[in-house]
C-alpha cells in the first residue's frame, strides 16, 4: 500500500540486547507477503525527517505487523526505536513493500532458507506463513551468527525445530555454545554443500544478510549448480 500512515506500537520486546521486537497496529494494512518490508519514518521537532526499510518478521489479524530491529551503534533510527519508542507511541509506516523477495505457500518446491545475522527476519515470515498454513513444503534454515547470544527467536526456533518442522543448521563465527560439535568459525564451500538442500530436489533458495555474506553463499550455491532463477538474494549494508 502507497502513501505514508501512522501505526500504534502495541507490544514490544527484546530478542537480544540489542535486538527488539515491535507490534505494530496499522488499520487498513492490507495483504502482507511473506518476506515484504516497510519503511518507517521518524520526524525530529525540527522538521528533519529519517527513513529506514525493515523487513517484516510476522503478520496477524487485518491490522498487526512485527519488525525485529538490531541497534546500530551510529544509526539514525534504530537506537530510538530499541530504546526509546514505548508502548503506545506511533511511527510512521509505508508499506508493505516488495514482491521479488516473496515466498507463496502455494509454491510446491522445497525451500532453503539462508541466514546471515538479522537477515533471519524476512526469512522468520516465511516460516511462521508456512506453519499458518499448514503447508508440508520441506524447509531448511541455515542460520549464521556470531554468537548464541545473538541468536533471534529462539524458543520459537527450537519448538519448530524440536517438533521436527523445520532443519536447521547453525553456525556460529566467532563464539559456540557450550558443547558444541562444531567450533566457531566461517564455514568453507564443502561445509557450505553439506547443509543445504541438495541441488537435485530442486529447492527454491532465499538468501538474506551483510552484502558479503549475500555475495559469498549466492557464489557457492551457483557454483554447486543451483540454478539461478531460484537464488532470491536480499541484503543490507555496505
Same mark, same amino acid.
Given at each position: 500500500? %502507497? !502513501?505514508?500512515?501512522?501505526? +500504534?506500537?502495541?507490544?514490544?520486546?527484546?530478542?537480544? *540486547?540489542? /535486538?527488539? +521486537?515491535?507490534?505494530?497496529? =496499522?488499520?487498513?494494512?492490507?495483504?502482507? =507477503?511473506?518476506?515484504?518490508?516497510?519503511?518507517?519514518?521518524?520526524?525530529?521537532?525540527?522538521?528533519?525527517?529519517?527513513?529506514? #526499510?525493515?523487513?517484516?518478521?510476522?503478520?496477524?489479524?487485518?491490522?498487526? =505487523?512485527?519488525?525485529?530491529?538490531?541497534?546500530?551503534?551510529? !544509526?539514525?533510527?534504530?537506537?530510538?526505536?530499541? %530504546?526509546?519508542?514505548?508502548?503506545?507511541?506511533?511511527? $510512521?509506516?509505508?508499506?508493505?513493500?516488495?514482491?521479488?523477495?516473496?515466498?507463496?505457500?502455494?509454491? *510446491? &518446491?522445497?525451500?532453503? =532458507?539462508?541466514?546471515?545475522?538479522? !537477515?533471519?527476519?524476512?526469512?522468520?515470515?516465511?516460516?511462521?506463513?508456512?506453519?499458518?498454513?499448514? #503447508? $508440508?513444503?520441506?524447509?531448511?534454515?541455515?542460520? #549464521?551468527?556470531?554468537?548464541?547470544?545473538?541468536?533471534?527467536?529462539? &524458543?520459537?526456533?527450537?519448538?519448530?525445530?524440536?517438533?521436527?518442522?523445520?532443519?536447521?543448521?547453525?553456525?556460529?563465527?566467532?563464539?559456540?555454545?557450550?558443547?558444541?560439535?562444531?567450533? /566457531?568459525?566461517?564455514?568453507?564451500?564443502?561445509?557450505?554443500? $553439506?547443509?543445504?538442500?541438495?541441488?537435485?530436489?530442486?529447492?527454491?533458495?532465499?538468501?538474506?544478510?551483510? +552484502?558479503?555474506?549475500?555475495?559469498?553463499?549466492?557464489?557457492?550455491?551457483?557454483?554447486?549448480?543451483? *540454478?539461478?532463477?531460484?537464488?532470491? +538474494?536480499?541484503?543490507? !549494508?555496505?
Amino acid at each position: 500500500m %502507497n !502513501g505514508w500512515r501512522p501505526a +500504534t506500537v502495541v507490544a514490544a520486546s527484546m530478542e537480544t *540486547p540489542t /535486538a527488539r +521486537t515491535l507490534r505494530l497496529q =496499522l488499520p487498513e494494512r492490507g495483504r502482507v =507477503l511473506p518476506g515484504q518490508h516497510i519503511d518507517i519514518r521518524l520526524t525530529a521537532e525540527d522538521g528533519y525527517q529519517a527513513v529506514r #526499510s525493515y523487513s517484516v518478521a510476522a503478520a496477524g489479524g487485518d491490522d498487526l =505487523l512485527e519488525t525485529t530491529i538490531e541497534e546500530l551503534a551510529d !544509526g539514525e533510527v534504530s537506537p530510538y526505536l530499541i %530504546n526509546d519508542l514505548e508502548v503506545g507511541d506511533q511511527v $510512521e509506516i509505508r508499506g508493505p513493500i516488495g514482491r521479488w523477495f516473496t515466498w507463496h505457500a502455494a509454491d *510446491p &518446491a522445497p525451500v532453503q =532458507l539462508i541466514a546471515g545475522g538479522s !537477515g533471519v527476519v524476512p526469512l522468520m515470515s516465511m516460516i511462521r506463513a508456512r506453519e499458518s498454513s499448514g #503447508s $508440508e513444503v520441506p524447509f531448511r534454515l541455515l542460520y #549464521s551468527l556470531r554468537t548464541p547470544e545473538t541468536r533471534y527467536y529462539t &524458543a520459537e526456533l527450537d519448538r519448530l525445530e524440536d517438533s521436527h518442522r523445520l532443519q536447521i543448521d547453525y553456525l556460529y563465527t566467532r563464539q559456540a555454545p557450550p558443547g558444541s560439535s562444531r567450533p /566457531a568459525g566461517r564455514p568453507d564451500a564443502a561445509e557450505f554443500a $553439506e547443509r543445504v538442500i541438495p541441488v537435485d530436489q530442486e529447492p527454491e533458495i532465499r538468501v538474506c544478510g551483510p +552484502t558479503a555474506f549475500v555475495e559469498q553463499y549466492a557464489q557457492w550455491l551457483v557454483d554447486l549448480g543451483y *540454478p539461478t532463477a531460484t537464488i532470491r +538474494t536480499e541484503r543490507f !549494508g555496505g
